[in-house]
């Protein structure tokens, strides 16, 4: 089945920089999501991205869509401490309501 | 809102132990995921209900792993017997209808010895 292939695995950046994660994936999808996950802690969603949509932000994050190379990148501007988490796309296709994670980033921010 | 909200938060059990995991969605979501990440295999979608019926269970390792959601508000994940190899985090999400985004819990962190 279809799975979101993140790189890198692990990003460290100096607090203030802004980080960039990819993930590529391999079939159609109906929308791909965001989401952070903090050491010990539940997924949270970020952010959703439409299949028909090249680009959204919400606050200081970025997300495109490239459908025709099927990959996705999440920025994230101005890092701060509190955003070191690992970070996984999740895809949606047609159909169903299931999402397929993938690998995920390790986001460290150094202060 | 209280969130999702799954307990145990930690449970240790022996091999061959029953062990049952339990789930409450966020009220007014129509759809109920069960979860389980490890290192090796990430994020894995083991079963989800729509409506409180099981839509999809092919995630599901084996027999020894079953799920019910006996009403809206509650489900539960068991194990039995459990084996070491089931060591892992268990989540719990849920999402309304209508939307994709789900709603994930803190999840339970089991180790089998």
């Known amino acids: 089945s279809q799975q979101g292939e993140e790189d890198p695995q692990a990003l460290s950046i100096q607090e203030g920089e802004n980080a960039t994660m990819n993930c590529s994936y391999k079939?159609?999808?109906?929308?791909l999501q965001w989401y952070r996950q903090n050491s010990g802690r539940g997924l949270v969603h970020l952010i959703l991205?439409?299949?028909?949509?090249r680009e959204k932000h919400s606050g200081r994050l970025r997300v495109t869509l490239d459908t025709s190379k099927k990959s996705s990148s999440l920025l994230i501007t101005a890092s701060r401490a509190a955003d070191t988490a690992s970070y996984f796309c999740?895809?949606?296709?047609?159909?169903?309501?299931?999402?397929?994670f993938g690998t995920g980033t390790r986001l460290t921010i150094i202060p | 809102d209280a969130g999702v909200i799954q307990s145990p938060r930690h449970e240790v059990t022996e091999m061959g132990q029953e062990v049952t995991l339990r789930c409450k969605p966020i009220?007014?979501?129509?759809?109920l995921f069960w979860y389980r990440q490890t290192m090796m295999r990430g994020l894995e979608l083991l079963i989800y209900f729509n409506n409180n019926v099981p839509i999809d269970d092919s995630g599901m390792p084996e027999d020894r792993f079953s799920a019910k959601m006996p009403n809206a508000s509650f489900s539960t994940l068991k194990i039995q017997p459990s084996e070491p190899r089931d060591s892992a985090v268990y989540f719990c999400?849920?999402?309304?209808?209508?939307?994709?985004?789900?709603?994930f819990g803190p999840g339970t962190r089991l180790t089998v010895l």
């Open positions: 999740a895809l949606a296709n047609f159909g169903n309501e299931k999402l397929t």
């Open positions: 991205i439409r299949s028909n949509e």
């Open positions: 079939t159609s999808i109906n929308n």
């Open positions: 999400a849920s999402n309304p209808s209508g939307t994709d985004t789900q709603y």
């Open positions: 009220s007014g979501h129509n759809s």
